[in-house]
């Protein structure tokens, strides 16, 4: 694998592999994406294997712009606007496919239904432009590891692929799951959108999706947001959420003024949940390494639960669930 300078070359080398059914890591807002040819079913069935991801959890298509995601999947009233005012952003909208998708159906795991984002990230919008075609491409991380949010992640994470250097990833969460598949949306993953911005829009409180139903896990045709595992986002370390006075075998990850002084990083010292959200991931990756190298266990104070803290906490909680 090779970490490489986004550059006009190597933007066009991305986008050569792209075509041939290879695999690039791909920088975008929320986290780097293993990115494949959508259309293509060796480049998903790649995808699923690099991250040795079960093959019933749905990939997301990333467009160039509202008219390329409009040829390939069926946007309602609510999916319009959502697109029009988060687009590009760290927004998926889950809608209907439409009867001539281009996208292949192993990239939506045999569901009638299709993810759609598109990213706000200047390289990953200029590979999509290139490229022409959507981009399927699920967090760059092996399936259930913490998501990449640096070129150097991933090149730890998954050292096979090349990685364009997008730099460190402005939001740092993955981006908010809307589903549209009816006239009501449901609220399916909390992320880099804050949920009172989409009601904001809409002018409508959404609902969750009812609670996952284990024995629905495995039915790919039933399940709304497969991702939704309850271990994800996992550490190899051990984390306990809620600590705010570590004993001595733990790195505490603190959030705000009041950490103690003795914590071993901080998502923001001066409690800004957005700065929270973009420190998130790679101080969980920094701090995994430390308590592995000094068999210590981790600790993370109490994040509020405001804005993007619904989105932090939800990653945090499925972190914790060892
Ligand atoms: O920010 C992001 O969304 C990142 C970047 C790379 O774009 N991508 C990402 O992808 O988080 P991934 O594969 O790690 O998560 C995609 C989520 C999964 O929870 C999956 O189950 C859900 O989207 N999903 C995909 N297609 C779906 C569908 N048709 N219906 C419901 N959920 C779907
Ligand atoms: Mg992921």
């Known amino acids: 694998m090779r970490i490489w300078r986004a550059d006009p070359e190597n933007i066009t080398r991305a986008v050569t592999d792209l075509r041939a059914g290879r695999l690039v890591g791909l920088p975008t807002e929320t986290v780097y994406g293993l990115a494949g040819d959508a259309t293509n079913g060796g480049a998903i069935a790649s995808i699923y294997a690099c991250k040795k991801r079960p093959q019933f959890n749905p990939l997301i298509s990333h467009v160039a712009d509202v008219a390329m995601a409009r040829t390939l999947g ?42 759609l ?124 959420l ?7 075998d733990t790195l505490l990850l603190g959030f705000g003024p009041d950490a103690p002084a003795g914590a071993a990083a901080n998502l923001s010292p001066d409690g800004d949940i957005v700065e929270a959200a973009a420190n998130l991931f790679a101080m969980l990756h920094a701090l995994d390494a430390q308590a592995i190298a000094s068999g210590k266990q981790l600790g993370v104070m109490p994040v509020p639960q405001n804005g993007l803290g619904e989105a932090i906490n939800d990653r945090l909680q499925r972190a914790a669930n060892g």
């Open 74 to 115: 069926q946007f309602n009233a609510v999916a319009e606007k959502l697109a029009h005012h988060f687009w590009p952003g760290p927004l998926t909208l889950v809608v209907p496919r439409q009867p001539d998708c281009a996208v292949h159906q192993l990239a939506c795991a045999g569901l009638l239904s299709i993810a």
């Open 117 to 240: 984002r598109c990213p706000h990230h200047q390289l990953a919008l200029r590979v999509l432009h290139h490229f022409g075609k959507p981009l399927a491409a699920p967090s760059a991380n092996p399936s259930g590891r913490l998501s990449p949010s640096t070129a150097c992640h991933v090149a730890t994470l998954l050292p096979d692929i090349n990685v364009l250097d997008g730099g460190a990833c402005s939001v740092g969460l993955e981006s908010t799951i809307i589903g549209c598949l009816e006239e009501k949306p449901v609220w399916l993953r909390a992320g880099g959108v804050a949920r009172h911005l989409i009601e904001d829009c809409l002018d409508l409180a959404i609902d969750d999706m009812p609670p996952d139903d284990p024995s629905a896990e495995n039915k790919a045709g039933t399940m709304l947001a497969p991702g939704r595992l309850v271990r994800h986002y996992a550490p190899r370390t051990r984390l306990q």
């Open 242 to 248: 809620n600590v705010s006075a570590p004993d001595a």
